[in-house]
Every structure is written in C-alpha cells, then in structure tokens.
C-alpha cells in the first residue's frame, strides 16, 4: 500500500510539525474547566483528548472528518477507512488498489476453527471474538518491529496491522457467527469487497438488501470519537505501545458492557418480553405501563439515553429509514416505532436523564432481526467489527502524530472535599 504509506508519512511529518507550534505558541491557554461533579460524573464533557478521525457533535451527532454521517450514505467501509485515516475520500484507482491489498491480507490462521470449537459451549460470541482477536496476536507487525523502530515511525507497523484487522474482521465475525450456531462454513468468493464477504458469509447466500443494509449499518458505526468505552479503552491502551492486537481487545471488552454496546441484544430481549408477556402487537397504554414499571424498580430502558447527544441520533435516524421503507408491516417493527415514542415519552419526564431519545442500539438489532440475523447475542459483535474501523484509523493517526502515553491524576474523595472548603 505504497500510496497510502507515502500519503500517511507527509501528512504525519506535516501534523507533528503543526502540533509542535501550537503547543510552542499557546501550550498554556484553557480550554476547559473541571467541575467536581464532573470528577464524580464519569468525566462527562470534559475536553481531555485529541480525535482528528471523527467529533461527535451534542446536535448534529456524528462528522467524519468534517462530514456528517448522512453524507456518507453511498460509501463503502473501505472508502470510510480510507478517508478516517487520510482526511479524504479515496480516488477512483487509490480505492481499486487498496481493495486489492486488503484482498491478500483477509485470511484467518489455519488454528482459528479448532481454537474457536476449543471454547467452551454456550460462550457469548463476544467472548469468542475478542479470545480470537487475542489470539492473532503473534501476527503483529507492530509488535515485531518494535525494539528496532523509532518512536516517530511506529505508525507504519500500526498501519500494517490496522490493515490486517480491517480485512480480517468480517471474515472473523462470519466464522465465529457460524462455529457458534453450528452453522455449515459458506467460504465467500475470495475476490469479494469487505461487505459482500460479510453479508454472504452471515446469511448464507448473495442478497444484495442485505449487503445494502448491511454497508449502512458498518458506516453509520465505524467511528464516534475516542471518548466512548470502546474507543477510549482501546486508545488508552494503544497508548502504552500495546499493539493493536490488544488495543482493539481492549475496546471491544469494554464494547460488551450492558450500558454500551450490549445494549443492542437488550433492546430486542426487551422487545420480545413485552411479546411474550403482552402478545405480539401491544396497544401503546400496556407499553407504557410495562415501560414505567422498569423505570420504577430501577431499570434503565435499554437502546435509550446518550453522554453527548442531546438530539435523536442520526445513526438511529438513517438505519430507521430504511426499516422503516422496508419493515413498516413487521409487527416487531411496529413495537419497536412504538416503544421509540413511549420511551422517549417517559424519558422526557424523568428527572435526571439528559437525552430521552432512542440511540443507535435501538434500531441495530430491529434490522438485523428482521433481515434474518436472529441470534441476538451475536448484534455487538457486528457493534464490534464497525466500531474497530475507526479504532483502527485512531491509533496509526495517534502514533503518526505522537500520542504520548494517557496517565490523567486521581483524586481522593477526602481531597474534593478539602478543596471545595467543605
Ligand atoms: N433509562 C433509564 N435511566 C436512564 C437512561 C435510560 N435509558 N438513560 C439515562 N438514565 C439515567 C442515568 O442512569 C442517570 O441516573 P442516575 O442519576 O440515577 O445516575 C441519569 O439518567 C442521568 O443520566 P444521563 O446523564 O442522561 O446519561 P449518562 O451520560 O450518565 O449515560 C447512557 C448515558 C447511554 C449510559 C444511558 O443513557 C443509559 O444507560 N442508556 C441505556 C443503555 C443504552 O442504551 N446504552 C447504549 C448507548 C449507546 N451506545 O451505543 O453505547
Ligand atoms: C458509540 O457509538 O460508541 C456510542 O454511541 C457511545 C458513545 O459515543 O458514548
């Protein structure tokens, strides 16, 4: 990948540069200050790090690289990587070379069937997908190079392993979804693009709606900033020069907390509660009642709620369109488009929640339920192989650009106090 290396090398000599003055200039201005509630509330909207792939915007919600998510519609995840590690779209014959070489990289290790079939039954396919992601870690080019690479070009073997994931993790994904389910092995055409060998190998057969769905679905999730779990976690660890190995272990660890991106099988288990206990088309005052009861015995109502958006999602927002064109006389969808406004409803009652809207794990789950993906522990780690893209393309830009290690001061409950004159 000789022209995206050459790109990636003048862009990083030309950002450290840039970075160095500013730091020269005005390394002491304020940018922020730290309220204590903030100390104790998770750190919420505190601006502590560096993220040149994405923002996430309180309103507008995602931007990658200055576009917003819907701009992106007709991309694919390789032209969205391209442009979360480069600033730009690729060019016509950049993206056929580049399909080409993430073509050579995308096999798994001849040991992958027997370690995943080694794992214990009933394992949640998260597990099974980090364990594997783990496991590759021999192959890491960051990892060889390391003793023998200046700090200032660690970047080039974190690229070479950022592409080795990003080709292998739809493969990875297909082969864990069907050793799980005990599902006949379906090897993709080896010619295939990223999303056509993800959407055959999960349904089985060629199916250009799903592969159309499926592409939306990658995008809208490939990048949110780094402050959310995953990312935060993979690039805190990124930052000791793990590499991307454990780096992406690290996020997707944290991908599978019930508050994040566990919440996508949530949703629909709580859908299906209400089928199961209300029948399959519930009238909305049941919905209600069955809503606010989980509220009132202390409950969150998964799929609902945000640390930064305090507007409907725009991820929600593009994947409920196409349910919506396709799914409108699903009775699962109905409850969903009905569980959508009652929840935010109630959520706009409560006194405490910021954001009453559905997120993006609202929706998630409906679409892969109903395109035929219905085992629905397997929804984070789909989470998992859209969200490692921008993962990827954060942790070359952070070595590119000479990310120092991530080492914030603690402060004891005692101090707080002390400080605040209580
Ligand atoms: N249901 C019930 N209570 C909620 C919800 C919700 N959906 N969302 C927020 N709250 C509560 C929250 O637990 C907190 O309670 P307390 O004061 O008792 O600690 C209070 O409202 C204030 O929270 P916020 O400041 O609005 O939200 P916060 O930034 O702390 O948390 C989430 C954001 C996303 C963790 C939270 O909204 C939540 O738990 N949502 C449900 C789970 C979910 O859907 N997660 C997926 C998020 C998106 N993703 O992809 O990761
Ligand atoms: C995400 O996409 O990672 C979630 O919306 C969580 C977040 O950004 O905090």
Excluded at 245 to 256: K, P, Q, R
Excluded at 310 to 326: C, G, K, N, S, V
Excluded at 355 to 367: K, L, R
Aim: glycine share 8%; hydrophobic share 40%; charged share 20%.
């Amino acid at each position: 990948m000789d022209i995206l290396r050459s790109r990636l090398a003048s862009q990083f000599s030309d950002s450290r540069e840039s970075i160095g003055e500013l730091l020269r200039e005005n390394g002491e201005f304020v940018i922020d200050s730290v309220h204590l509630s903030q100390v104790f509330g998770g750190m919420r909207g505190i601006h502590g790090l560096v993220c040149d792939t994405s923002t996430v915007d309180p309103i507008a919600g995602l931007v990658i690289r200055g576009r917003g998510v819907k701009e992106l519609g007709a991309c694919s995840p390789e032209e969205v990587f391209w442009l979360l590690l480069t600033g730009e779209l690729p060019e016509y014959e950049e993206l056929f070379s580049f399909r080409q070489d993430l073509q050579l990289r995308r096999r798994l290790p001849d040991w992958m069937d027997g370690f995943l079939a080694a794992m214990p039954a009933g394992s949640h396919p998260m597990s099974m997908f980090n364990a594997a992601v783990l496991a590759m870690q021999g192959q890491s080019h960051f990892a060889r190079a390391y003793h023998s690479t200046p700090k200032s070009e660690l970047w080039q073997p974190a690229l070479e392993d950022a592409l080795d994931l990003f080709a292998t993790m739809p493969l990875l994904a297909v082969r864990v979804y069907r050793q799980r389910y005990g599902l006949v092995d379906k090897p993709g055409s080896a010619d295939a693009d990223y999303i056509s060998q993800l959407a055959s190998g999960l349904l089985g057969r060629e199916d250009s709606d799903f592969e159309s769905l499926l592409r939306r679905y990658i995008v809208v999730q490939s990048d949110h900033e780094n402050g959310n779990v995953c990312a935060l976690a993979a690039h805190v660890t990124g930052s000791a020069h793990a590499d991307l190995y454990y780096a992406v272990s690290a996020g997707l660890n944290g991908l599978a907390g019930h508050i994040h991106g566990l919440a996508a099988q949530d949703f629909i288990r709580f859908l299906h509660s209400l089928q199961d206990e209300l029948g399959s088309e519930p009238a909305e005052e049941s919905i209600r009642q069955a809503m606010q009861q989980r509220l009132d015995s202390g409950r969150v109502l998964p799929g609902f709620g945000h640390a930064v958006l305090r507007q409907a999602d725009p991820r929600f927002e593009i994947l409920y369109a196409i349910a919506d064109e396709r799914y409108q006389d699903n009775p699962l969808f109905r409850l969903a488009s009905r569980v959508y406004s009652v929840g935010t409803e109630l959520l706009k009652a409560h006194p405490r929640v910021k954001n009453p809207y559905p997120n993006v794990d609202a929706i998630t789950g409906v679409v892969l339920q109903l395109a035929g993906i219905e085992q629905l522990e397997f929804y984070t780690v789909l989470f998992g192989v859209s969200l490692s893209i921008g993962i990827l393309a954060q942790n070359v830009v952070s070595r590119g650009i000479g990310s120092p290690i991530v080492r914030p001061r603690s402060v004891a409950t005692a101090e707080l106090r002390a400080l605040a004159g209580g």
